[in-house]
């Protein structure tokens, strides 16, 4: 049989930042209500309170300037129809501002046939970035220098992860799909009655904001956040089917640690549901994918010596998977 994904959130990464858990996990909140958001519609909402939430939210992540954060990322996805496939991400990710960056990968992907066989990919690469959108990598075949257009471009084609629109959009997301000048975020923060809060008891908001195509309303996007450290425990969103039906498409949960005056996720875990069409039946086949990503921040907004960034310095992939071990480590964080 022949399947076409469709609705598939996927696509706006590079394959290698498609990763999933091993074992589906439930996830730590009960998931918004689409149809409590449309009942809550009736009661007095606080648009201010919506923008001056997800405006706080939006900030903190720019605030993050240069950094040296380590993340292991698990995905689990059995597309009916094909194999169970399972992987598991290793990244470094080092940024010293805006002129110099270091993105150390490591990933192994498994595929298990019906009769359990295990075929297994592994690669380890490392992506030497400067302010020029071009890098030199070091892989198994050596080293090569990349030429990009543009750094939207080479981020997409590395896989390097924004960290910007964490909280908004599925983790890992890749530029250039809503890059940080997209005036869609100047729009999040602009008071309108697309985009509602409504406080549930002393320490709980909901945001609920319209997702239009046009003047149609075509989802919902619905954030908890916790009013005393104003950051969001979970994201979901739902589309609207051709019957006008409110569908589940994902639910994010968030765990934050305040770390140099900001705030960074330390965990991000995310169910996106997807729909295969059998090509022959027409038949619409659900199924899931599911995200686990755990963050190990070793400094944020400090200074990084360049010698990290001198590619020369690697002159064997044994130093190139030493990059991925930990450093030395702030003591400037506490958990929220």
């Known amino acids: 049989m022949h399947y076409l994904d469709v609705f598939n959130i996927s696509s ?42 997800l405006d706080g939210l939006l900030q903190n992540n720019r605030a993050i300037s240069s950094f ?57 690469a490392a992506f030497y970035l400067n302010s020029k959108p071009n890098a030199t990598s070091i892989d198994a075949t050596g080293k090569n220098v990349l030429k990009f257009q543009s750094t939207a471009t080479r981020n997409q084609r590395i896989g390097i992860p924004a960290f910007h629109s964490i909280g908004f959009l599925t983790f890992p997301h890749v530029e250039p799909f809503l890059p940080r000048d997209d005036p869609h975020w100047t ?22 904001e319209k997702r239009r195509s046009g003047d149609k309303v075509n989802g919902i996007s619905i954030w908890i956040f916790d009013l005393e450290t104003l950051l969001p425990d979970q994201r979901t969103y739902y589309y609207f ?8 498409k994902e639910v994010e ?23 295969a069409i059998d090509k022959d039946s027409g038949e619409h086949l659900p199924y899931s994918e ?20 001198v590619w020369e310095n690697a002159t064997s992939m044994k130093e190139v998977q030493s990059l991925l071990s930990r450093t030395s480590k702030s003591d400037d964080v506490s958990e929220r």
């Open 12 to 53: 706006w990464r590079l394959p290698v930042l498609i990763i999933v858990v091993t074992v589906i996990t439930q996830p730590t909140l009960p998931i918004a209500s689409a149809q409590d958001a449309s009942t809550e519609e009736a009661k007095t909402g606080d648009v201010n309170l919506a923008a001056s939430l």
């Open 187 to 208: 729009s999040l923060t602009i008071p309108n009655d697309d985009i509602t809060a409504f406080v549930q008891g002393p320490r709980r908001a909901k945001v609920v």
């Open 290 to 309: 599911i995200y686990n990503c755990r963050f190990d921040w070793n400094s944020v907004n400090a200074e990084i010596s360049k010698e990290l960034f």
């Open 68 to 124: 040296d954060v380590t993340f292991d990322a698990d995905f689990m996805v059995h597309r009916p129809g094909e194999k169970l496939t399972t992987s598991h991400l290793k990244v470094r990710y080092c940024q010293r501002e805006v002129d110099q960056g270091l993105f150390v990968r490591s990933r192994t992907a498994d595929q298990f046939d019906p009769d359990q066989e295990v075929h297994s990919i592994n690669t380890l």
């Open 241 to 248: 089917d051709l019957a006008g039906e409110p569908k589940l």
């Open 253 to 275: 949960d968030y765990t934050w640690k305040a770390f140099a005056g900001v705030n960074v996720p330390v965990r991000i875990r995310a169910e996106v549901k997807q729909i």
